[in-house]
């Protein structure tokens, strides 16, 4: 990304954020640079988002919500594998920002990325399936049909905190809007170069605008911002810093956000189920 | 082209009316120019605040009925409720006055009653469409039947729609013989002309319609009856302000503007106070002078107000629909 093939001319990208669809910079008009891993050569420079940014990000992903979570699970389903295609055809551009920007060696690279792929590819799976698993028939002794099933929570705020590995981004975030969630995501502030190639996986798979906002820009400026939402309805947050967990609770009371941890496993349900609501339902039926 | 058309005011005498011709690149520019401020904190609390006693709240649907009209109404006197509104202030530390009421309430002729009953006692006007609203395409004397029941009814103000059908034929004496006519037929009650600025054409027409409404006797220009996609925007309503301001110097009379229809922001809502300071000063900034024409505006207000009183992002859910 940094030169042109057979060209002496660098040119260095400036990574946009990723809202409501559309490849954006920053209202605020700021960027920071990210170097070459233990050098001062630039590599690209990158937006700092600002409030009013987590402001368009949280609008566009409420607005897509009610339409995302409408489709079919099937649809969701294929769109999270078209997803898992994209990452694949975008490989060498992934691996080559991690061992540039994140001194990662290119075998683990490679390894993480394939881990990313079959993350989105088993949730892609689970996408229609993890109704039949978390939801149950139960019995009463009433004559009632009694079952429960799940709904999407509705908008999620995922804050990456300094560092999380990028299949374990990757898979939360997959795991989340595939039950129908939309995400406003802030990317973990040491990987946020990765959002360039993630952003354009994102626009190339059919996902409809407003579903996925990825920011960047610092935890410590915009957590306060997300977590006092008021249409943010739940928070996943990333990090293990026990000052930000509290801050993050203390401040999602108000309006009764979740404030989840992630997945203990990448590829598991608890990934999934942290971002559902559960409904039972009483059905009478006569004695 | 002449430069000016001759009308026979109500008195018998003739008044050339001019033909104002319009920089419309520079009309727009100027617009604009009101959408760059930075208005934040106190002032934004305060440009809030008076925007929200500036609202003529308002229902015209088909599917209105007396119940819908009485929520409204009771919205209209207490946009939030008071109680939670201190309790909210109190739990923020913040020391901010009492939401005000609206202006007013707008509603169809046959409504006016329910109205007039649920807002006694208040200070909120009632404002009543009338004269074949929103099409204005009937005959005088049912126009003047229907102005007639709406001021019996209690309604204080009465929103007029001017014939754009004569306008467009070039029979602007027949326009004006009308305003006049419903003029007199309003008493006391404050009449407020809607120009429909969005099927005039051009903002020349529009500054000819103002002209020709200000000249007869109109208390307010108002833009839009909200019912045709073009709605009120910042440059058509600055070309009604150059009107009102023309007229203003002209005869110290002052005229009241009434921008309607597609303001849906609070954001938006301070682009035309800013233009309403700029243009006609501090004279027209209160709801005897200016008012807005919405009904979600409200809510998108209050959602501000929460914001800069809580610091939080508010969601729309925790106002009422109506």
New interface residues.
Partial sequence: MSGLNGSQLAVPKTIKMYIDGAFVRSESGRSYPVYVKGTKQLYANLCRGSRKDVRAAVTAAQEAQPGWSGRSAYNRGQILYRMAEMTESKRSEFVELMTETMGTTKAAAASSVTRAIDALVYFAGFADKYHQVLGSENPVSSPHYNFTCSEPVGVVGLLGGDTVDFDVWVGQLAAIICSGNTVVALMPELESALLAPLSEVLATSDLPKGVVNLLSGELDELRAVVASHMEIQSLCYMGDDSKVWSELKVLGAENMKRVVAPGRETMGLESISGFLEFKTVWHPIGT | MRDFINIKMPNGSEKPLPLVSVDKVGVTERANFFTTRSIKKDSKLWALYTAISMVDLTTLEGADTDDRVRQMCAKAIHPVSPYLFQEMCRQSGAAVEPIPSVAAVCVYPNRVKTAVAALKGTGIQVASVATGFPAGQVALDIKLQDVKQAVEAGASEIDMVIDRGAFHSGRYQDVFDEIVAIKTACGDAHLKVILETGELGSLEKVRFASDLAIQAGADFIKTSTGKIPSAASLPVTLVMLQAISDHYQATGRKVGMKPAGGIRTAKQAIHYLCMVSEVLGAEWMNPQMFRFGASVLLNDLLRQVYKQIT?????TK?FSLD
Wanted: no cysteine; net charge positive; aromatic share 50%.
């Fill in positions: 610091g939080r992002y508010y969601y925790a």
